[in-house]
């Protein structure tokens, strides 16, 4: 959809365009300020994404710059002196700095043609990264009535769709929503077992590759970083309580390929342009949808078959609940339960996770096996839990038959399990005649069925903070008729080998030279060092790629190469031209047969 909505911007028309990560935003908006007068206002919310796509644009040739508070002043000065004659055609800041005093009226006198807004959604209190103070953008259409504005995300609901138009003042916009597929990403869920030794096989299993790995807790992110590199895997901590400089630093050398792995808070990520990211492990289970499906997305960026894996624990609900319930605003409670019941179903369905996740955002797929998740690539089995969905469904029965009312899911388990804790026996709950009845299941395979009985609408669970679990009139009808239940439940071992094996097949691939590939992969990263700037922005993995398969003997067929162009060619075809000749004079070249 690139090309209409750059149309669209060249006529002046407002444009609220939602584009999956790694779906090409960026080149909606930078395209049209190089072909148009005047200068263009790109809205972002974080800083290192600023630097990101400045240097990427600057290595291209394009006069782009950023303004925001890590400039020392000096050159915070030189760039608005350039600002003022006119050196620039892209200017990047973060919100608050439109707030600051004398700033708009600066940018009255830079010939603003175009405004463009990224991540949009921060401007939607019903979005996953709402920010108060991209509410003040709609002050720019005050002071700027004619120029048109262009919004950009790559998550939103129907509901926050509309929020963003309403809140940015758009006028009659074109709207284009893509497809939320991502078709190179692989999804897997794994019930945590020993989070620590999976995570570290897992990431054992991809030498080479980079990573991040999403945490709920800045201590975990810490202690999962020095873990790792104790392991002889380089990584780093990020998150929002180190200092400023620490933060960046760590970054840096993710992005430069200095160390393999970040681990992260949600503070990381938006917006980072790094295209090798080929693995995403979420070691805590998100706050909602959106923001898995947004973080998962800053893999494989550029094309390339990478993999998303979710640690899932029940416990990790009641970690949520807890951080929910701190929330002052009830609206922001309840909002924020049910879009964790929602990630929680998500985790524990049995069904395709593609067809899942794209169904949040409201969209459909005809294929009936996606042949990219867990689910699909090894089908859950059909288990007979009748039994214990009797056991189950009789206990929440006989606990609101004693009580008169319901009580929470880890509550329930207990009295099952025959537990003696404070609650069980205060309440008198080791009396009923559930009690121990379910002693030969660990408490982790009752909360799996209980979310089974939930999904089949056997029970049902609150929305309010308690998060009680209850029976439906179905489940009762099943109670009293002892109806048979089954439930589908992944083959145990049996995903491994074929996941593995799967995971080369996501996405369209091609052989290459890996010989040829890594010699120029040293190479590009040796030009980086000496320009300062990360790796990628030389060029892609997919260049070099593309360099190993073809391997480039002239100029003309250098610049040919995808992810080269005209300037990189003039900077760059010498020495990488003189790295392939030289490596064929030693290894001769490879033949292909996909060729």
């Not at 780093?236 to 681990?263: K, M, P, S, T, W």
Request: proline share 5%; glycine share 8%; hydrophobic share 40%.
């Amino acid at each position: 959809m690139q090309a209409e909505i750059i149309a669209d911007a060249l006529a002046g028309r407002d444009v609220f365009a939602l584009l999956p990560t790694g779906g090409g935003k960026s080149l909606c908006y930078q395209l049209p300020a190089l072909l148009r007068p005047g200068l263009t206002l790109v809205v972002s919310p974080l800083i290192a994404l600023m630097k990101d796509q400045v240097d990427a644009l600057t290595a291209n040739g394009v006069a782009a710059t950023y303004l925001n508070s890590s400039l020392e002043p000096g050159e915070g000065r030189r760039r608005l002196r350039g600002l003022h004659a006119g050196d620039y055609k892209l200017l990047y800041v973060a919100p608050e700095r439109l707030l600051l005093s004398g700033f708009l009226e600066d940018l009255q006198k830079w010939g603003v043609t175009l405004i463009a807004v990224d991540e949009a959604h921060c401007i939607s209190e019903w979005g996953h990264d709402f920010r108060p103070e991209y509410r003040r953008l709609s002050e720019l259409r005050d002071v700027f009535p004619e120029v048109p504005v262009m919004a950009l995300t790559a998550t939103a609901t129907g509901r926050v769709r509309r929020d963003i138009v309403e809140r940015l003042g758009l006028r009659g916009p074109r709207e284009y929503v893509a497809s939320f597929n991502r078709p190179n990403l692989f999804y897997r869920v794994v019930p945590k077992a020993g989070a620590f030794d999976q995570l570290a096989d897992f990431v054992s299993k991809r030498p080479g590759d980079a990573g991040i790995v999403y945490c709920l807790s800045r201590k975990s992110a810490e202690s999962l970083a020095e873990k790792l590199t104790a392991a002889g895997v380089p990584a780093r901590a990020y998150h929002a309580g180190l200092d400023a400089a620490v933060r960046a630093a760590n970054q840096e050398v993710f992005l430069r390929d200095e160390v393999r792995v970040i681990c992260a808070t949600i503070a990381f990520g938006m917006g980072i342009n790094k295209p090798n990211v080929r693995f995403v492990v979420h070691y805590d289970l998100p706050r909602n949808l959106e923001s898995y499906y947004q973080e998962t997305g800053r893999a494989g960026r550029d094309g390339l078959p990478s993999d998303c894996l979710l640690l899932y624990s029940r416990g990790d609900i009641l970690k949520q609940k807890r951080m929910i319930d701190e929330k002052p605003d009830e609206g922001e409670r309840q909002t924020a339960l049910k879009q964790l019941n929602v990630i929680a179903e998500f985790a524990e369905s049995g069904a395709c996770r593609r067809t899942g996740l794209l169904g949040y955002f409201g969209e459909t797929t005809s294929d009936e096996n996606c042949g990219g998740c867990d689910n699909c690539v090894s089908p859950p089995e059909e288990v007979d839990v009748t039994v214990a969905a009797q056991k189950f469904l009789s206990c929440l029965y006989r606990v609101r038959q004693a009580s008169g009312f319901s009580f929470g899911l880890n509550h329930v388990v207990e009295i099952l399990t025959g537990a003696k804790t404070k609650g069980v026996l205060g309440r008198g709950h080791d009396q009923l005649p559930t009690y121990g009845v379910g002693k030969d299941m660990p408490p982790e395979e009752w909360k799996q069925l209980a979310g089974d009985l939930i999904r089949l609408g056997y029970a049902v669970r609150s929305d309010d903070k308690f998060a009680t679990i209850d029976l439906t009139p179905q489940g009762l009808d099943v109670l009293k008729a002892r109806t048979p239940v089954r439930v589908r439940r992944a083959p145990a071992g049996k995903f491994a080998a074929k996941g593995e094996r799967a995971r080369k097949k996501v996405a369209a691939d091609f052989a290459f030279d890996e010989a040829l590939f890594e010699r120029l992969r040293k190479l590009r990263r040796e030009i980086a060092d000496a320009k300062d700037v990360p790796a990628y922005v030389i060029f892609s993995d997919v260049t070099l790629r593309h360099m190993a398969r073809h391997y480039p003997d002239s100029s003309l067929a250098f610049e040919a190469t995808p992810g080269v162009g005209r300037k990189k060619a003039v900077e760059f075809s010498a020495r990488f031209l003189a790295a392939i000749r030289d490596y064929v004079a030693e290894s001769g070249q490879q033949v292909f047969k996909d060729q």
